[in-house]
């Protein structure tokens, strides 16, 4: 009587448990495929772009062509009126065939003023004004002479550039994080929801599978920053606002390492504030107080661009630095080691973060039934 006895399949004794970094690996690598197969993902990725390209050609092409105020001329160019306008900075005269039609464009809209060569031989001034119903501020104050003006103190940056920068680097942080923020919530509850997670947990530690996912998903935002800021940088190039960009090189560079370590920051938070329930109807309420953290900095910088007190605070502010100190070293305002320090002080808080998001998505990721409350989730 001859006995067999079965082997196992050649390579499955090499097959054991992978190892911490094999894990993170795979489910990072998960992450990254599912991310480029979502079509939404693709489609708010390019209209951020587009939105991005379209600010910067605007913005160029306002700065080369400011608006011209329109005034009526009546008759021949050789006079004392066409003189005037001609010398004047930010008018542009439009000829009119008569006293009549002057009015009658003025009446319609189509200019600001009329312009004429003053009646009187001993005038002071050689032009007389028409206005419709106000004198017209802009067209006297363009034909006026400007005295010499002497500033004790010059501005570091145009008032509007200011606002154009506060509210890019605002709204790339606010779209990134909650397009990227939003997709980790909905992957854990959905996992949750499929029992996949069990699956997964079986195979893998679970400090990986959400390792797995914020290198992952940081991975993606971070490559869809610095895309957004090098087609921001081309197009000030093919734009030639050579000026600009040597203002916002600088800050640039700050934002992409700033958001880098933010963005880890904030994925934890969603992941670990979306481990607590286990609908999806329930995703919005758990993870409203990181959403909130996502939007004040946008909002805080468009309405404070101007505050140095206000972006002072704001750059110390692990959640709000990404925004705040980057916008100070645009405006000049930040010492060379400000920057170091807020960013040292983001690290610290990231890595604290990373230790109690890690800990609440440990014990919260095979409850399901009701939400976990914190304090649960907390103690194990």
Do not use: C
């Amino acid at each position: 009587m001859s006995t067999h006895q079965s082997t196992p399949p050649r390579g499955a004794a090499d097959r054991g448990t992978p190892s911490f970094a094999h894990s993170v690996g795979l489910v990072a690598g998960r992450e990254i495929t599912m991310r480029l197969r979502s079509k939404a993902f693709l489609i708010s990725t390019g209209i951020l772009m587009l939105a991005v390209l379209a600010s910067v050609v605007i913005g160029g092409l306002v700065s080369q062509n400011p608006d011209q105020t329109k005034v009526a001329l009546i008759g021949t160019s050789a006079d004392a009126a066409s003189a005037a306008i001609a010398q004047a900075e930010g008018l542009e005269g439009v000829t009119a065939d008569s006293r009549e039609d002057a009015e009658q464009m003025l009446r319609d809209g189509e200019v600001s003023a009329i312009v004429v060569p003053s009646e009187a031989a001993d005038a002071a001034n050689p032009v007389t004004v028409i206005g419709l119903d106000q004198p017209p501020g802009d067209v006297v104050g363009a034909l006026s002479i400007r005295p010499e003006v002497v500033l004790l103190e010059q501005a570091s940056q145009d008032s509007f550039l200011i606002y154009l920068v506060a509210l890019g680097f605002g709204l790339v942080f606010f779209m990134s994080a909650i397009t990227f923020g939003s997709t980790i919530a909905s992957s854990v509850v959905e996992e949750k929801q499929t029992r996949i997670v069990e699956i997964l947990m079986s195979t893998i530690p679970v400090r990986a599978l959400l390792a797995g996912k914020v290198v992952g998903n940081s991975a993606m935002a971070f490559l869809q920053i610095v895309a957004i800021a090098v087609l921001a940088i081309l197009g000030m190039v093919v734009t030639s606002q050579k000026v600009l960009l040597g203002t916002l090189g600088a800050s640039v560079i700050w934002f992409i390492v700033f958001f880098a370590v933010g963005f880890v920051m904030l994925s934890a938070l969603f992941a670990a504030t979306a481990s607590m329930v286990s609908r999806a109807e329930d995703i919005g309420s758990v993870t409203s107080p990181v959403t909130m953290l996502v939007m004040l900095p946008y909002f805080l910088v468009i309405l404070f661009n101007d505050n140095p007190l206000v972006l002072g605070i704001m750059s110390y502010v692990p959640f709000s630095a990404p925004v705040g100190m980057p916008m100070r070293v645009f405006l000049g305002t930040a010492e060379w080691w400000e920057p170091l320090l807020s960013l040292a002080i983001l690290v610290a808080t990231t890595v604290l973060v990373l230790a109690l998001g890690s800990r609440i998505y440990s014990n919260s990721l095979l409850r399901l039934g009701a939400r976990v409350k914190l304090a649960e989730a907390l103690k194990g």
